[in-house]
C-alpha cells in the first residue's frame, strides 16, 4: 500500500511515500520515504511528527523524529508502537534553515486512516513564529486529561483503601493450617465467617488408604468447602498405611504391610469414623519387618504404647497438630516422660533430655545398638520395662533424683551391665526390680554400696575386688 501526500508552494512539490516491509522478526516496519521536485529541498533538515490516534479518535501515543537529512529523499523508519492503533494518524513536516535552525514552513496532514490513505498536506508559510505546533498542543491537553484521570483514580483509591483499612480494623481474622505427612502443607488467614480452599490430596499412593477427610484437631471437626471460619483452625488429614485393623475403642491391634517394600507405617488419625489413640494394651507386639519410618498421628496421647511395635524404625514423625507427643533427635516425648526410643536408632550413647521426669513403660525396649544410657538429673521414676531387651547396653547411669524404681524397671539388657547409682537405692528397691535374668553389677557410693549389700546379701553384686564389700575403688571415687 501506498500513501502519497502532496503540497504546493514557493519550495516546490513534497510528495510522501510509505512501504510496508516485512522484517526477519516477523514484525510489520514501516517505512516513510519524502520526496520533493524542488531543486533546493536538499538545502533544508527536516523534522517528522506523528500523533496516533484509537478507533475512538483519542490521541494515545506521539513521536518526534531526529533531525532528518536530505538525501534523495527524507527517509524515516516509524516505531512499530505508532501503528498499532486503528484510528487515524495526524502528521506534520517541519523544515528549518540548518545555519540558524530557523523554521521555513510547517506542513500537516490530519486524519489520515493509520497510514493507509492519501491526503494532502497543507502548507503554512505565513506567521510561522506564531504558529503553535498543533500535534504538541493535542499531546499536552491529552497529558492534562490523564492528570485529571490519575487524580481521580488516586483519589478513588485512597478512598477505597480507607475503607478496606476501617473494615480490617474491626474484621476479625483467624488461621488456619493444614497438616499432613507431619507437615504443614497450607497456612493463611482467613476474615471471620469467609472460608478456605484445602490443598489437593487426590494423588495418594495405592500403599495408602484414606477417608478423604481434613479433621479439626481441637474438636475433630471435619473441614469442607463451605465451612464457615470462626476461630484458628489446624486440619490434618486422615491418611493410613493399608493393612491396619483397629477396634471398636480406636486402638490399633494389627498391621498387616500392603506389599514388602513399604518402608514407612503411617498411623492413622480416624478409622471408619472413630478417633484412634494408640495400640491395644492386650494385644502381642506388632512386628513391622522392613519398616524404618514411623508417622504418629495428632490423636496419639502419652498412653499409646508404641513399644507394641517390634522392628527396626529409625526415623520417628509426630503431627505438629499433636498437643501430647514431641520428637526430639528420633526419640518420642511428652512434656514429663520419655515415651519411646526407636528400636532401629543406630546411637551407642544416648542422655535423655533434660526436665524429664519419668521413664515410661516399654520406653527403651528392644534396642541392639546402645551401649550407654545416662539418665540426668530430674528424673524420678522407671516404670516397668523402662529400659528392657536392649542387647548392648552395657551401662545405665541414674541420677540422685530417684525415687521410685518399678519391679523390672531394668532387665534383659547386655549380660553383666553396670548400673551406676549416684544416690541410695535401698529404700524403693527389690530383689526383682532389676529382674534376675542377668548378672548385673550395681555400683553405688560406697556407703551405699555397703546398705545395698546388708539388706540384699550380694545378689547381683559380684565381689571381685578383695578390700572391698562390693565395688572397687574407681566407683567409690566417683560417686562419694
Given amino acids: 500500500m501506498i500513501l502519497k501526500f502532496k503540497y504546493h508552494g514557493d519550495t516546490g512539490l513534497l510528495e510522501a511515500y510509505q512501504s510496508y516491509i516485512l522484517a526477519q522478526n516477523s514484525s510489520m516496519s514501516d517505512t516513510v520515504v519524502i520526496t520533493s521536485t524542488a531543486s533546493?529541498?536538499?538545502k533544508y533538515d527536516y523534522?517528522?511528527?506523528?500523533v496516533c490516534y484509537n478507533s475512538k479518535n483519542i490521541p494515545k501515543a506521539q513521536y518526534i523524529s531526529p533531525i532528518l537529512k536530505y538525501e534523495d529523499g527524507i527517509t524515516f523508519t516509524l516505531p512499530n508502537n505508532l501503528t498499532e492503533y486503528k484510528g487515524h494518524v495526524d502528521m506534520q513536516l517541519t523544515g528549518y534553515l540548518p545555519e540558524d535552525n530557523s523554521v521555513v514552513f510547517k506542513s500537516i496532514a490530519k486524519n489520515c486512516k493509520a497510514f493507509d490513505v492519501e491526503?494532502?498536506?497543507?502548507?503554512?508559510e505565513s506567521d510561522l513564529g506564531e504558529t503553535p505546533n498543533v500535534l504538541t498542543e493535542v499531546m499536552k491537553q491529552l497529558d492534562e486529561l490523564n492528570n485529571v484521570h490519575e487524580e481521580i483514580v488516586e483519589n478513588a483509591r485512597d478512598e477505597f483503601e480507607g475503607i478496606c483499612n476501617q473494615r480490617l480494623k474491626v474484621a476479625e481474622f483467624h488461621r488456619v493450617r493444614f497438616y499432613a505427612f507431619a507437615e504443614l502443607f497450607k497456612e493463611c488467614y482467613v476474615m471471620d465467617g469467609g472460608t478456605v480452599t484445602a490443598p489437593d490430596m487426590s494423588n495418594l499412593s495405592e500403599e495408602l488408604d484414606t477417608d478423604g477427610n481434613w479433621y479439626n484437631d481441637g474438636n475433630r471437626e471435619i473441614y469442607s468447602a463451605d465451612l464457615k471460619?470462626?476461630?484458628n483452625y489446624d486440619f490434618v488429614y486422615n491418611f493410613y498405611s493399608k493393612g491396619i485393623s483397629v477396634n471398636s475403642s480406636g486402638f490399633i491391634t494389627g498391621y498387616t504391610p500392603y506389599n514388602s517394600e513399604i518402608k514407612q507405617l503411617?498411623?492413622?488419625e480416624c478409622f471408619e469414623g472413630r478417633t484412634v489413640s494408640g495400640f491395644d494394651a492386650l494385644a502381642d507386639d506388632l512386628e513391622i519387618t522392613g519398616i524404618t519410618e514411623l508417622y504418629i498421628p495428632s490423636?496419639?496421647?502419652?498412653?499409646?504404647?508404641l513399644y507394641k511395635l517390634k522392628g527396626a524404625i529409625e526415623n520417628v514423625y509426630v503431627n505438629p497438630c499433636n498437643k501430647t507427643l514431641k520428637v526430639y533427635d528420633n526419640v518420642v516425648y511428652s512434656d514429663t516422660q520419655l515415651i519411646y526410643y526407636p528400636s532401629g536408632k543406630k546411637d551407642k550413647v544416648y542422655t535423655v533430655r533434660n526436665n524429664i521426669a519419668e521413664i515410661f513403660t516399654g520406653a527403651i525396649k528392644n534396642n541392639a545398638y546402645l551401649e550407654t544410657l545416662i539418665v540426668p538429673e530430674g528424673v524420678r521414676i522407671i516404670y516397668t520395662d523402662g529400659i528392657?531387651?536392649?542387647?548392648?547396653?552395657s551401662y545405665v547411669i541414674l541420677p540422685r533424683s530417684i525415687t521410685a524404681l518399678y519391679t523390672g524397671c531394668i532387665h534383659d539388657n547386655a549380660d553383666g551391665m553396670t548400673i551406676y547409682f549416684a544416690g541410695d537405692v535401698t529404700e524403693f528397691t527389690t530383689l526383682t526390680t532389676f529382674g534376675s535374668e542377668k548378672n548385673y553389677k550395681i555400683a553405688t557410693s560406697f556407703e551405699h554400696a555397703k546398705s545395698y549389700s546388708k539388706k540384699f546379701g550380694t545378689y547381683g553384686i559380684p565381689?571381685?575386688?578383695p578390700g572391698y564389700d562390693t565395688m572397687t575403688e574407681i566407683f567409690v571415687t566417683r560417686y562419694e
Fill in 266 to 268: 503411617i498411623l492413622p
Fill in 47 to 50: 523534522c517528522l511528527e506523528f
Fill in 299 to 305: 490423636t496419639f496421647s502419652d498412653q499409646c504404647d
Fill in 40 to 42: 533546493d529541498a536538499g
Fill in 463 to 465: 565381689c571381685t575386688t
Fill in 388 to 393: 528392657a531387651f536392649n542387647s548392648a547396653l
Fill in 229 to 231: 471460619i470462626t476461630h
Fill in 119 to 124: 491526503g494532502s498536506l497543507n502548507v503554512l
